[in-house]
């Protein structure tokens, strides 16, 4: 069973997403929070699997709890971090936090219960329209990284493919779909990815491969 906190500062979401989630047979929720102080409170007191936190709550704010909850030792609650477009700087900085993914507000039932699953799963998930304009624009703010991309010498051909596909918000199932392989080979390779570029996670491996410059910002998305 997936346990999950919802950390919203609005209760009529927060009771859309728990009749939502609750009738799920793999997924309850936990507790609900309101603010960023209640969200890490809940948080170390219930461990959920995952918390879905929404950016804009009051006082301390969902970057802040997020900051907080990902320093904690593993096993850690995953984060799942709700977003719009019109907060990119926000995104940013919980992507600096240590989100485990994320999702834009209008997703689908469907997207955001599968999200839940998969990052409940240890993967990392952020949404391709998340990919495609929030770390486009965060990569134009600089040159391209030659010193970053030398790293990129030392991937194969089939991890520089599982990257790119990566930088387009593929998940794994995608991924091994698109490249005709099992989901178990596409995580080690993803494991290996982030051996060899020296980043903490996929997320993570995502803005590396926009930094350096080693993927095609004016290419169309999946």
């Not at 977003?83 to 039932?109: M, N, S, W, Y």
Request: net charge neutral; hydrophobic share 45%; proline share 5%.
């Amino acid at each position: 069973m997936i346990t999950v906190l919802l950390a919203d500062d609005d209760s009529l979401v927060r009771s859309g997403l728990r009749a939502l989630l609750d009738a799920e047979p793999d997924i309850c929720v936990a507790a609900e929070a309101a603010t960023g102080e209640e969200a890490v409170l809940a948080a170390r007191s219930y461990r959920p699997d995952v918390v879905l936190m929404d950016v804009r709550m009051p006082r301390r704010d969902g970057v802040w709890a997020t900051s907080q909850i990902t320093s904690w030792p593993h096993p850690r609650p995953r984060v799942l971090v709700l977003t719009t477009f019109d907060v990119d700087k926000v995104v940013e900085d919980a992507l600096a936090a240590g989100a485990d993914g994320f999702l834009l507000k209008r997703a689908t039932p469907e997207q955001l219960i599968d999200g839940i699953r998969v990052v409940a799963a240890g993967d990392a998930l952020v949404a391709p329209a998340v990919t495609r304009r929030l770390l486009a624009t965060l990569a134009r703010r600089r040159v391209p990284d030659r010193e970053l991309l030398t790293r990129a010498d030392q991937l194969t051909d089939r991890e520089a493919e599982v990257l790119r596909a990566l930088a387009e918000g593929r998940s794994n199932t995608e991924i091994a779909a698109v490249l005709n392989l099992s989901v178990e080979t596409v995580r080690t390779h993803v494991k290996r990815i982030l051996s060899k570029l020296g980043v903490r996670d996929r997320t993570q491996a995502v803005v590396w491969a926009y930094r350096a410059g080693f993927v095609d910002m004016t290419a169309p998305g999946p």
